[in-house]
């Protein structure tokens, strides 16, 4: 019995105690968005009930326990059944659970409004990236994990955003209605962001909503949240929400460097240039599968000296674009412009000791996806 | 006390047919079937409930190994021992192996067991399809674990296999993996009838079904369970088998299929399946709390009616498991208020219990240890069930290691801990020797130092925002984890010591008269202890007792 009490004792100071050491990171973020923080209300209000309920419950338990134990002379009673009782405490939980259900009921309506929004953003799911289109802004780009692979073997010191850090964060502005169509190339994503309460799933051919009011600028993260393959853990969110002017800012910045890449096209591209993008590109959107040394994984081939690849350039350009069925290598001729495939199967011609010397033009590639 | 004991004259007889029963035991096998051709040819409800029991312990540790493995990658961040591909064949094996493995059969093993014992039936309605379906078990299983050496590896899509990671995308092995789920459910949709079979049929002259222990109530209605939905998986699992390798497209988009589809389908079986892993448990609770707080249950039947209410809302609340998938605002609204509803008949059984500990003469034997801690934690589980019912709430707790938490509750500390109950219970039958007392103690502490190291953590990290399925996090959650996999440790290590208890037990130890415990009710405890191989060949008659239970 002593023992009983010990354990108690002991695991509700436990549970007192993580709080406090753990004032940041173990509950539930109250978040920057009017939702975030309705459901984060719902959430506690929630939990205290339970707790309270929890209190009662295992009080009188515990007293019972201990108040009637065989060893202390307690002799057994023999009542059982009694209606009052029985109807009480049916009735109680389910005046509770109407009580609980009332706010909640409130909360997912306001959830389910993603009318009148400002902004479309479509957000698509591939393995192992999210793919981001502004909609009304002829804008669109992909967003990889950054966190280098020498950080997760070990080899190299883990950044404070390990895991959770991207090369094209997602910008949104404040204090705009920003809706959110979710879909997936391949298999079933969900994106989530804990500040922003927004968790949806990308399921292939279908296209669902959500939205987003962000009420402070800042950088937040998350991750999917759905069992997508090998590199399931490895597919963060980012969300960098700014002030409009800001956000304005950066939407010219973006606009121009698109356009600027869209009037390159037909221009003659250097070997240099090429290899330059095109390792850039390779490493926010092949290196998950393929290897940074393309050295491939499991079955995802090897790039480096891989002769299929090499002996048919033709080949090479229509796998990337197209895609290669009855294999997990996607099609990537609507995510990338011709600047950037171009550029990509260059450096994998090229990289690695592969040396062919091809260069392949950004208007060739145009004149394929034409 | 109730006079819930059959009266004297019953008991003679039953104790008089029983020591008939070991005589003509004798002439019975007097050339039957040795060695192993005599457990491969067993028909007999105790041999056959043993090969289950002893099944599911095996597929118990071979889960666990597998549990170790994922808990050993999630010591620290970053990847140190397994890749992520190997990471998610164990994350994926461990839950099918524990779920259709070691629960599953471990209360099919129970059932087998003591449900004639409890109705006082000489044995299973069927019992050499209950032999069929037991050796279905060891075939599935094999072939399931064979997959881990195939190329491309064992399914590594999660319990759930969602489609299309699990048809389009999917290992070779995952036809392998259809076709021993396959046999797997229809090992349980055999043993489900046969268990209906027994109770409806074969009960003692005079046992009416609201004469029966709770243990036999809540089979009945986990029979019809089984037979309602296992149907449902494998339709699933066929639909996936076609899409695999017969070109069609039920769940690919690409075809025209619906990938949701797959979900309604699989938790339309899921969620039952759920309660196919905890109804059992209940009522071996209903049976030991009583016993050592030696007071009868408090409302048997609001028991039986509680039990009956949360079967059949199982099958009205399968979307609570996808209200991230993008459902109409009206489809979730409902699924909400029918999940919320099932805390009502679950509170009233834990209300039941605590109010028969109240005024009652406890003692605190193993059996009574484990059925407490599972009454505290199985409520725990509850209580994260309730918070995950609160849809705006659940956008947030999707996924996430408070999910991991939450089923780990009511399945570790809820369906395991009552099996162990049960067994502890039930040994002194078996064996005819009490299990070791001070080693059931040593199991049951650490057993549940284990356990809450191991998932109270996963609580937090999973609010502070870890998914679930993943083989490396951020550095937030580093010392959670650390916590859960030093818990994990000593949980699977502290799981020996029952082996030791077993082995002891089966041994020797302190002899059990056929009332092993004072205040147990119920027939079993009416034949010798250990029960023979064969019991009630001649029914205990109790059409001459008062009302039994009310």
């Not at chain 1, 109250?30 to 419950?57: K, N, P, R």
């Not at chain 1, 706010?103 to 393995?127: E, F, I, N």
């Not at chain 1, 298999?187 to 927004?198: N, R």
């Not at chain 2, 095996?58 to 170790?68: E, K, R, T």
Request: include cysteine; glycine fraction near 8%.
């Amino acid at each position: 019995m002593r023992m009983v009490l010990a354990w108690v004792t002991g695991m509700g100071a436990a549970f007192l105690l993580a709080p406090a050491v753990y004032a940041n990171g173990w509950n539930m973020p109250v978040g920057v968005t009017e939702i975030s923080q309705d459901i984060y209300s719902l959430h506690m209000a929630i939990f205290w009930i339970c707790v309270v309920i929890g209190v009662v419950v295992f009080a009188v338990m515990f007293y019972s326990l201990f108040r009637y134990r065989r060893s202390q002379g307690a002799k057994a009673d023999n009542f059982h059944e009694n209606t009052t009782v029985e109807v009480l405490w049916t009735t109680i939980p389910l005046l509770i659970l109407v009580g609980m259900a009332l706010p909640a009921t409130a909360t997912l309506q306001k959830m389910y409004d993603p009318s009148g929004a400002d902004l479309d953003v479509m957000v698509t799911g591939q393995q192992w990236r999210w793919h981001y289109e502004y909609l009304d802004e002829d804008i669109s780009f992909t967003s990889s994990m950054s966190t280098p692979g020498t950080q997760i073997r070990g080899e190299e010191e883990r950044a404070d955003e390990y895991l959770l850090d991207v090369d094209n964060p997602l910008v949104l502005p404040v204090d705009q209605k920003v809706r959110f169509l979710l879909t997936s190339d391949d298999v079933i994503h969900s994106w989530w962001v804990p500040d922003l309460a927004v968790k949806q799933d990308a399921i292939p051919g279908f296209v669902n909503e959500n939205w987003v009011r962000i009420e402070e600028p800042g950088i937040y993260r998350g991750q999917c949240t759905e069992l997508c393959g090998k590199d399931h853990a490895f597919m963060p969110v980012v969300v960098h929400a700014m002030e409009q002017d800001d956000y304005e800012e950066w939407l010219a910045d973006r606009k121009e460097e698109a356009e600027a890449e869209a009037n390159s096209v037909d221009r003659e591209w250097e070997m240099d240039e090429l290899m330059e993008r095109g390792e850039q590109v390779y490493g926010s959107v092949c290196a998950t599968c393929h290897q940074d040394d393309g050295s491939g994984s499991g079955e995802f081939p090897a790039l480096a000296g891989n002769e299929e690849m090499l002996d048919d350039v033709d080949w090479h350009i229509d796998a990337v674009v197209n895609g290669v069925s009855g294999t997990p290598m996607a099609a990537f001729g609507g995510n990338l412009n011709a600047v950037e495939l171009a550029s990509v199967i260059t450096y994998e011609r090229n990289a690695w000791d592969n040396d062919t010397g091809d260069v392949v033009q950004p208007s060739e590639i145009q004149e394929l996806l034409e | 006390m109730a006079p819930k004991l059959p009266p004297q004259h019953t008991l003679e007889q039953s104790s008089a047919t029983t020591t008939a029963g070991q005589a003509q035991e004798h002439d019975h096998h007097h050339g039957g079937p040795t060695g192993i051709k005599r457990w491969l040819l067993t028909t007999n409800h105790k041999e056959i409930g043993t090969l289950y029991l002893l099944f599911s312990l095996s597929m118990f540790f071979i889960g666990g190994i597998f549990a170790l493995v994922v808990r050993a990658e999630l010591f620290q961040p970053g990847l140190q021992l397994v890749e992520p591909e190997f990471f998610n064949q164990m994350t994926t094996m461990h839950g099918l192996i524990m779920v259709f493995g070691a629960v599953m059969p471990a209360f099919v093993g129970l059932a087998n067991w003591m449900i004639p014992l409890q109705v006082g039936a000489p044995d299973m309605a069927l019992p050499r399809l209950n032999n069929f379906s037991f050796w279905l078990l060891p075939v599935a299983f094999g072939l399931l674990l064979s997959t881990l050496f195939m190329p491309g590896g064992a399914p590594n899509f999660g319990w759930t296999f969602y489609a299309p990671l699990s048809t389009d995308y999917g290992p070779p092995s995952t036809t392998f993996f259809i076709f021993s789920l396959h046999i797997a459910g229809i090992s349980s949709i055999l043993g489900a009838i046969n268990i209906i079979a027994t109770i409806l049929n074969m009960r003692a002259p005079g046992m009416r079904m609201m004469d029966m222990p709770l243990f036999v109530w809540t089979w009945l209605i986990t029979a019809f369970l089984l037979i309602a939905v296992m149907p449902v998986l494998a339709g699933v699992i066929t639909m996936m088998l076609m899409d695999i390798n017969f070109g069609t497209s039920f769940f690919d988009a690409g075809g025209g299929g619906d990938p949701v589809l797959f979900q309604h389908l699989f938790w339309f079986f899921g969620h039952p399946e759920v309660y196919i892993m905890i109804l059992p448990a209940f009522g071996i609770v209903s049976a030991i709390v009583p016993a050592f707080a030696r007071k009868p249950l408090f409302g048997y039947a609001s028991m039986v009616y509680a039990t009956a209410s949360i079967a059949i809302l199982s099958f009205l609340v399968w979307v609570h498991h996808m209200f991230v998938v993008g459902l109409p605002l009206a489809a979730e609204l409902f699924f909400m208020y029918t999940t919320m509803l099932i805390a009502v008949p679950t509170g009233v059984k834990v209300f039941n219990w605590v109010t028969t500990l109240f005024r009652g003469s406890i003692t605190f034997e193993t059996p009574m240890l484990f059925a407490l801690a599972f009454i505290v934690m199985f409520t725990i589980g509850g209580f994260s069930g309730l918070m995950l019912a609160i849809v705006p709430a659940d956008f947030q707790y999707h996924d996430t290691y408070f999910v991991v938490a939450h089923f780990h509750y009511v399945l570790v500390p809820g369906a395991v801990f009552a099996i162990i109950a049960g067994a502890y219970y039930w040994l002194p039958k078996w064996t005819g020797h009490y299990p070791d007392e001070r080693l059931g103690r040593w199991h049951f502490w650490l057993s549940v130092i284990g356990v809450n190291l191991t998932f109270f953590p996963m609580h937090f990290s999973g609010l502070a925002g870890m998914p679930r399925r993943i083989p490396d996090y951020a550095l937030q959650f580093a010392d959670f984890n650390m916590v859960s996999s030093i818990g994990g440790f000593i949980f699977g290590v502290s799981q020996l010591l029952f082996i030791a208890v077993l082995i002891k037990c089966v041994r020797g130890g302190e002899k059990a008269p056929a009332k092993a415990w004072d205040g147990a009710e119920d027939l079993e405890w009416t034949v010798p202890s250990p029960a023979p191989l064969h019991t009630f060949e001649t029914p205990p008659d109790l059409t001459s007792q008062a009302p039994q239970r009310h």
